[in-house]
């Protein structure tokens, strides 16, 4: 059974998620109380979902075309 954490951000405080590989390193494992990032660091902004996969359906973590996507 997996256990539920929850964190707390403030304005201006984003969560870092990682791609679940094995390499890394999110801000689930960072320091308690430094799971952020501030927003003052972004300099960039997303445009494109390049990457999303299907779980089991045809083929595990198969690229799934039709969620590819410009951000509006």
Do not use: C
Not at 12 to 41: C, H, K, M, T
Not at 46 to 71: D, E, G
């Amino acid at each position: 059974m997996r256990a539920l954490v929850s964190f707390t951000m403030e304005e201006e405080q984003y969560f870092p998620l990682g791609d679940n590989s094995a390499a890394s390193l999110d801000g689930r494992l960072w320091p308690i109380g430094e799971q952020y990032v501030p927003g003052d660091l972004l300099i960039g902004k997303a445009l494109f979902v390049y990457w999303p996969h299907s779980t089991h359906k045809p083929i595990p973590y198969f690229p799934n075309f039709r969620r590819m996507k410009f951000i509006e």
